[in-house]
């Protein structure tokens, strides 16, 4: 059974950064894209950013020059760094990994941030 494990959520003053780490286990297949989503409650979740194999990356609008994802191939582990974060970035975020044969998607079982003074 494929793992996805993230770690790095908690409390936040805002304008105050944080690292979310999203570590694969029992992975058998090549992982194609990695990324992270949000959802705060009430709402839909949705993109934050994604990153391509070859690091290809693409962001939602309301992070892009705050937010920067990366990732390590070799440990199939993927990143977000977040800065200057705002009460509205408050979610819980998911990391995703995709099959890059099938496109299967595999989810987190996501971690709580939570932008407050």
């Known amino acids: 059974q494929v793992q996805l494990v993230e770690s790095g959520g908690g409390l936040v003053l805002p304008g105050g950064p944080l690292r979310l780490s999203c570590a694969s286990s029992r992975i058998t297949f090549s992982i194609g894209t990695m990324g992270w989503y949000r959802q705060a409650p009430g709402k839909q979740r949705e993109l934050v950013a994604t990153?391509?194999?070859?690091?290809?990356?693409n962001y939602a609008d309301s992070v892009k020059g705050r937010f920067t994802i990366s990732r390590d191939n070799a440990k199939n582990t993927v990143y977000v760094q977040m800065n200057s974060l705002k009460p509205e970035d408050t979610a819980v975020y998911y990391c995703?990994?995709?099959?890059?044969?099938?496109?299967?998607?595999?989810w987190g079982q996501g971690t709580q941030v939570t932008v407050s003074s």
């Open positions: 990153i391509t194999r070859r690091e290809s990356t």
């Open positions: 995703n990994a995709v099959n890059s044969l099938t496109f299967r998607n595999y």
